[in-house]
C-alpha cells in the first residue's frame, strides 16, 4: 500500500513524532481509532464489563479521553451503560459478523459440524489460524455437567492445542521466528486469557516437543491434543482443505472431549474416522458451493457519524466511529475490497478510508494483498468471546428497564413451555408502587391465561405446533394477524395485561414482550393506544440485537 503523506483531518492522523516511530505506529494512522480498538479489547477480555476507572487503568487513557471513547461506542450501540460500569452490546457483534460473513465457513461448514456432534455426543468445533495462535469460528458444544467453555473467538496459542500443529506445517521460517519470540516473551501464556496459565514456563523441551508434533501431523494428516490446554481435555483434529489450491488449510475440525469419556489414544481409534469422513464432507460442501452471487454494494454507511457529531458535540468522536464503520463494509459478498470500494460503501473520502485502513494493517485487524484488504480473525477480538454466550433474557433486559422507565409499568420477557401449557418468565423488570404485579423470573403461568401466552400460541399456531381447540384456534389466529395480544383480568381479577411478539432471524416467534397491571390504570383502549407502540418499539430493538447476535453464535431463550 503507498505511504504518501496525506493531510490530517480536524481528529486526526496519529502525529509524526518520534515516539509513534519507535512504537512502529504508521504516522497515518489513526490515533483514536487505536485508542478505541484498545478499550474494546480491554472490555474483551475483562468478560464485557469494566468500570470506567477500571478501562482507565487497563488502557492507560485519561478519563477524558475514556469517557469520550465510551460515549462515541454508546452511541453506536456498541457498549452501554449501567451506572459507572460500561458493558458489551450485542450489536457490536457486527464486526466479528462481517469477518465471519466474508469467511463464508462457519455458514457452510457449521451444519456439518453440529451433526458430526449430535452423532457423537461430543463437542465438535472449527478453528483457523490467527498467527502463531488459533482462533475458534464455531461451537458444537454438548451440555453437560462437565462442559466445555470455550467461546467463539477465544484465541489459542498453537502449541497447545489440536489444530496448532496442523497450522504450523505451513508455517515459514518466519513465523516460526515470531512464535519462539513470543513463547519467550510470554513463556506462562498470560497474553491468552482464554487457556490457564503454565503454571511454569515454557523450556526448549516444549519447543522441541512442538515442532516434533508438527511434523506428525505433517505426516499423518491429523493431530492430538492430549491435555495441554488443562488436565483431563482431550481433543483429536483433522485439517479442512480448500478447493482450488494445493492443499492450503482452509480450517481444522476438532472433536473435543474429556479423560473420563475418552483417553487420546481413544479418540484416535474410535473417532478418528467419522471425524475425517465429516471433513471429507466439509470439503465437499466447499468445492461444489458456487460463490454467492454479487448484491448492491452498501454505500454511505458512515453518513450518520456527521449527524452524531452535531448532536453530541466534542462528547462524539468522528474519526472512532467512521474507522469502525470501515469494518462493515466488508460482507459474504465483500470479502475483498479495494480502497475505492471501502470508500464507496462508508461514503468516505478516500484519504479518510485509507487512514482508517492503514491504522487496521498496524492493529492485525486488515490485511492487504495487492490492491484489496481483507479482515483478519483479529477481528473476533473486538467483542465477540463474551457476546458470543449472550441469552435472549440478557439482550433483552437493558431493554426492559428503558421500557419500564417509559411506561411506569413492570415489564416481562415469556417463553412458551415444551408441552405449550404453560409460559415461563425469564426476564423482568419491576416498577416502584405501592400495589404492582408480583411475577418473578422462572414463575409460570397457563398459557392461554396470558397476554404472552396467548402470543406465543398464536406464534405456535402460525408454525403448525398448535393443538388447540377450534375456538381457540380462531383467536390465535386473529391475536397473530393484530400483533399483540390484550388479556383483561382472565387470569386474576383486577389484572391487565398487553404483549407483543419477539421474532428470531427466520421470522418464528420465540418470545413474548409484555405489560401487566392494575385495571383501574389504563383502559383497554388506552393499553393499545399509550402502551402498545412502546412495546412493540422495544420488541423490535431486542430483535435487533438477537438478530445481530445469533447470525453466527447460538442465542439461549432462557
Not at 478519563?63 to 449501567?82: H, K, N, P, Q, W
Request: charged share 25%.
Amino acid at each position: 500500500m503507498p505511504a504518501k503523506p496525506m493531510p490530517e483531518s480536524p481528529e486526526g492522523a496519529a502525529p509524526p513524532t518520534d515516539e509513534s516511530s519507535k512504537r512502529g505506529v504508521p504516522e497515518e494512522a489513526v490515533t483514536p481509532l487505536i485508542r478505541g480498538i484498545a478499550v474494546l479489547r480491554e472490555l474483551t477480555e475483562a468478560g464485557g464489563t469494566l468500570s470506567l476507572s477500571g478501562l482507565e487503568r487497563a488502557t492507560g487513557l485519561a478519563r477524558s479521553t475514556v469517557d469520550r471513547i465510551t460515549a462515541t461506542l454508546a452511541r453506536m450501540g456498541y457498549v452501554r451503560f449501567d451506572g459507572r460500569d460500561v458493558h458489551l452490546s450485542p450489536r457490536l457483534m457486527e464486526l466479528g459478523n462481517a469477518y465471519m460473513s466474508a469467511l463464508r465457513l462457519p455458514a457452510l461448514l457449521a451444519p456439518h459440524a453440529d451433526a458430526l456432534a449430535d452423532e457423537l455426543d461430543e463437542s465438535v468445533s472449527l478453528a483457523v489460524a490467527d498467527l502463531d495462535g488459533i482462533r475458534f469460528i464455531h461451537q458444537a458444544t454438548r451440555r453437560r455437567a462437565m462442559s466445555l467453555s470455550f467461546r467463539i473467538g477465544d484465541l489459542l496459542p498453537a502449541e497447545r492445542t489440536a489444530p496448532g500443529p496442523l497450522f504450523a506445517t505451513e508455517w515459514t521460517a518466519t513465523d516460526w521466528q515470531r512464535w519462539r519470540h513470543r513463547r519467550a516473551a510470554d513463556p506462562r501464556d498470560l497474553s491468552f486469557t482464554a487457556v490457564p496459565p503454565r503454571r511454569y514456563g515454557a523450556d526448549a523441551r516444549d519447543d522441541e516437543t512442538f515442532a516434533r508434533r508438527t511434523h506428525e501431523a505433517s505426516a499423518n494428516g491429523w493431530s492430538l491434543d492430549d491435555q495441554l490446554i488443562e488436565p483431563g481435555l482431550v481433543a483429536i483434529s483433522v485439517p479442512v482443505r480448500a478447493p482450488g489450491t494445493d492443499g492450503t488449510i482452509a480450517c481444522v475440525a476438532s472433536v473435543v472431549s474429556h479423560t473420563s469419556r475418552h483417553t487420546a489414544h481413544h479418540l484416535r481409534t474410535t473417532l478418528l474416522s467419522r471425524l475425517r469422513s465429516a471433513v471429507r464432507a466439509m470439503e465437499q460442501e466447499l468445492q461444489n458451493t458456487p460463490p454467492p452471487e454479487p448484491g448492491p454494494p452498501p454505500s454511505d454507511l458512515a453518513r450518520w457519524t456527521g449527524a452524531s457529531k452535531q448532536q453530541l458535540g466534542r462528547e462524539f468522536i468522528e474519526s472512532l466511529a467512521r474507522g469502525l464503520t470501515v469494518l462493515t463494509a466488508f460482507g459474504e459478498d465483500r470479502p475483498e475490497l479495494t480502497l475505492t470500494e471501502v470508500a464507496r460503501a462508508t461514503g468516505l473520502a478516500r484519504a479518510t478510508a485509507r487512514r482508517a485502513l492503514i491504522t487496521y494493517e498496524h492493529l492485525g485487524l486488515v490485511a492487504a494483498t495487492g490492491r484489496t484488504f481483507t479482515l483478519t480473525p483479529r477481528v473476533l477480538s473486538l467483542g465477540f468471546p463474551p457476546l458470543s454466550r449472550t441469552t435472549l433474557p440478557e439482550i433483552a433486559q437493558p431493554h426492559l428497564a428503558d421500557l419500564t422507565s417509559r411506561i411506569h409499568e413492570s415489564t416481562s420477557l415469556a417463553v412458551l413451555s415444551d408441552s405449550g401449557e404453560e409460559i415461563q418468565y425469564t426476564a423482568r423488570v419491576a416498577t416502584a408502587r405501592v400495589m404492582s404485579v408480583h411475577i418473578t423470573v422462572g414463575a409460570r403461568r397457563p398459557s392461554y391465561a396470558t397476554a404472552p401466552g396467548r402470543v406465543l400460541l398464536a406464534g405456535a399456531l402460525l408454525a403448525g405446533q398448535s393443538t388447540h381447540p377450534a375456538t381457540h384456534r380462531e383467536a390465535l389466529a386473529s391475536i397473530h394477524s393484530q400483533g399483540y395480544a390484550l388479556v383483561d383480568e382472565e387470569l386474576e381479577e383486577g389484572l391487565r395485561s398487553l404483549a407483543v411478539p419477539i421474532r428470531d432471524r427466520s421470522g418464528r416467534v420465540v418470545a413474548a414482550l409484555d405489560t401487566a397491571m392494575h385495571a383501574s390504570r389504563h383502559t383497554p383502549q388506552e393499553c393499545v393506544t399509550d402502551l402498545l407502540p412502546a412495546l412493540k418499539l422495544t420488541a423490535t430493538r431486542i430483535e435487533s440485537d438477537l438478530h445481530t447476535a445469533a447470525r453466527f453464535a447460538r442465542v439461549p431463550l432462557t
